[in-house]
């Protein structure tokens, strides 16, 4: 590092302990310069500072209802083809039969995503969301990335807000962070052309923090992104929230390069880009209060790193995870409640239960066996 390097580092530490919000050009010195140990010093610093010691899981899971998609998003490794035999699409009765199993294991949350079905209408959309929540109303319905609500809009052609509005009255719950990849259009246009743009995935939650809905963001990293499309990506998420303050989690995701054309001369994220890219978010991101490490996409041993990388939230049991597994990702399908807290404690922190709006979840101790998903139950404490 030169010593007009070692200044420049001094001047942001200045800035992250004195509060002062960190601008593009800090962003982009500290993703080319910084050395890994002061960016976790930092962005320790910021997550203690809003967080304490604390981490967060959730008991969740995943549902994937279609892996059909008329969109070629060339990081993809979950998507099928109308007519290939790889893709499916769930009956009502599987649906319903997943959420029966979600809240009968002690669920409180169902992250509900999947492709863009060229022939499935939005009222099946629309349908999933309303079954799972008069069967099973205590499940919060996680629901439909800003590029479904965009492809919603464009088979409909009605306003995202007033469907919205009418996914909201069926039992909609909040909006997941994905289909954000890359906003600027110099890497959008590469990875994913045609489905929304930056714009258009704003624009959408825009409209739902409007409502007073929350929900969360995402950005996929370690592919043909530069430094700068990714600090690009977190001003962009920064402005919108100074806008509404309706985000309340961010999510960096690592690219997994398996079975999908972007990977084929693309390895894996490292360790040390993982660990860089949360702590730059944590500190670009001032006005999230939660940097989420998700297990299934860094694996268990970087995610537990990453909490004294910027990270508060380690995502949930998960259980039916199919987009990284198709992508390659060997992390296993689930964790047990009783793993994810030992893995925060080893990290040093103390776990605690939310809901998808982080509300702290308080159980009691019977309960527990539901809990430990798939596994003998033993008690936590
Ligand atoms: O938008 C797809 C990503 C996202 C690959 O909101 C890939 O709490 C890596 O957004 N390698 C969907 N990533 C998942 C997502 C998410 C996950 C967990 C929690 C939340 C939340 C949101 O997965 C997609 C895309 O960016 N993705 N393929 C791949 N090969
Ligand atoms: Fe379709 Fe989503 Fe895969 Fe893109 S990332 S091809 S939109 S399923």
Known sequence: ??????????????????????????????????????????????????????????????????????????????????????????????????????????????????GLHHLLPYEWYLGIIKNIHSAFPELHLKAWTAVEWDWFERITKRPTRELLAEMKAAGLGSLPGGGAEIFHPEVRSKICDYKADADQWLRVHREWHSMGGKSNATMLYGHIEKPEHRIDH????????????????????????????????????SGMMDLKVMAISRLMLDNFLHIKAYWQMLTVKVAQVAQSYGADDIDGTVVHETIYHAAGSDSPQELSVRDLRRLIEEAGRVPVERDTLYNEVVREKVEAKQWATGRQFVPLN
């Open 1 to 114: 590092m030169t010593t007009s390097h070692a200044h420049q580092l001094a001047d942001i530490r200045d800035k992250v302990f004195a509060g002062t919000r960190l601008t593009f050009d800090d962003g982009l010195f500290l993703d080319r310069h910084a050395d890994l140990f002061t960016l976790g010093e930092l962005a320790n610093f910021v997550r203690e500072k809003k967080n304490g010691n604390v981490t967060y899981y959730n008991v969740n899971q995943h549902l994937n209802p279609t892996n059909v998609c008329v969109y070629r998003c060339s990081f993809c490794s979950f998507r099928a083809d109308l007519k290939s035999p790889s893709g499916y699409v769930m009956t009502d009765e599987q649906i319903l039969q997943r959420a029966k199993e979600a809240s009968e294991q002690g669920a409180t949350e169902l992250h509900i995503v999947g």
């Open 234 to 269: 977190l001003m962009r998420l920064r402005g919108l929230q100074d806008e509404t303050g309706g985000f309340q989690t961010f999510i960096p995701l690592a690219f997994h390069p398996s079975n999908n054309p972007l990977g084929k001369d693309i390895p894996k994220p």
